[in-house]
């Protein structure tokens, strides 16, 4: 049964207001980032260094009465790192699974892109299917279970780029930006008073989350909306100026974004403005725009626009 839009207001807001105690002027990112949380995601923060990408991934991991586990990602990280690895234990004759930080509810990946392919496919598995594949033996992750990753922008000194394979698993990438003057006097004040590293209080348990994320699966999405978002999705396929277009699992995460959203927002149905408003940070990244150069990623927001703009909204 789906709770009450109060009910899911105060659950909602309540973390929203932990988050923004710490990440000032940022609320309509915060709450994407709930619901890639409620529509059991995982999110890319990109941004310049010193905006807050990691600020808001420990928030929300803080908000989260949940096991947490923050990786530093760098160039010599190992998939073992993060996996974990079997350790012989002399006194059994025999070798032991010593869990990596992988195996809890949030796991905050900082600046992912520092890291080779081969560390950065490590997280595949876990990112898809809750699980990880050890020497043939499979372990089940912890739930809820989800990535909050961040990453610099592609064309920084001592990156590597993400694959298509993984920019698929995460359900949206957001950016961060500048804050505004009224918010960035706020985090000067922090530094005035000697209280900048804010404490955030968990406000939602795992169950909290779980159940939210089960009722976010009842929220009801028209035929026509659903034909709505069928349609640009295959517009992104056909369109000259994209290589390659959004793939069935994309066209799954922008159904549940929608679903959660229309939950975060305390109804029980979806409308056309979810489609709209999410489409951009859950379809940019899955592109492969023709041409290259530093303006991809705006070049991939500007076609989607240029698709909704086309796009026949359902009535």
Do not use: W
Request: aromatic letters at 6%.
């Amino acid at each position: 049964m789906l709770l009450s839009a109060e009910g899911m207001n105060t659950k909602v807001s309540a973390f929203c207001n932990a988050v923004a105690r710490t990440v000032k002027g940022k609320d309509e990112i915060i709450q994407l980032a709930v619901v890639a949380l409620i529509a059991e995601g995982h999110l890319l923060i990109e941004d310049v260094p010193g905006v807050g990408k990691t600020t808001l991934g420990h928030a929300m991991a803080r908000a989260l009465s949940c096991n947490f586990h923050r990786i530093q990602f760098t160039s010599d990280l190992l998939p073992s790192d993060v996996l974990g690895i079997s350790v012989f234990n002399p006194k059994s004759n025999d070798f032991e699974f010593k869990p990596g930080p992988i195996f809890s509810n949030i796991v905050l990946a900082d600046e992912i892109n520092r890291t080779t392919p081969k560390t950065q496919s490590a997280l595949l598995e876990a990112m898809n299917e809750n699980q990880v594949t050890i020497e043939s033996c499979t372990f089940q992750l912890p739930r809820p279970f989800m990535v909050l990753a961040t990453q610099n922008p592609a064309e920084h000194h001592g990156t590597y780029p993400l694959p298509e394979s993984q920019l698929d698993r995460f359900l949206m990438k957001i950016e961060v930006g500048y804050p505004d003057a009224t918010a960035e006097k706020e985090i000067l004040k922090r530094y005035t008073n000697g209280n900048h590293k804010s404490v955030v209080d968990p406000v939602l348990s795992p169950a909290d989350v779980m159940a939210l994320q089960e009722d976010s699966r009842k929220v009801h999405i028209d035929e026509a909306i659903v034909d709505y978002m069928l349609q640009i999705v295959n517009s992104t396929r056909r369109h000259p100026e994209i290589e390659l277009g959004v793939s069935p699992r994309g066209t799954v995460a922008l159904f549940r974004s929608v679903q959660a959203l229309a939950l975060v927002n305390g109804r029980n149905y979806a409308l056309p403005d979810d489609v709209k408003r999410l489409v951009p940070c859950v379809f940019a990244h899955r592109l492969l725009i023709a041409r290259s150069g530093a303006k991809i990623r705006t070049d991939a927001q500007a076609i989607l626009q240029r698709i909704l703009d086309e796009a026949a909204v359902p009535a």
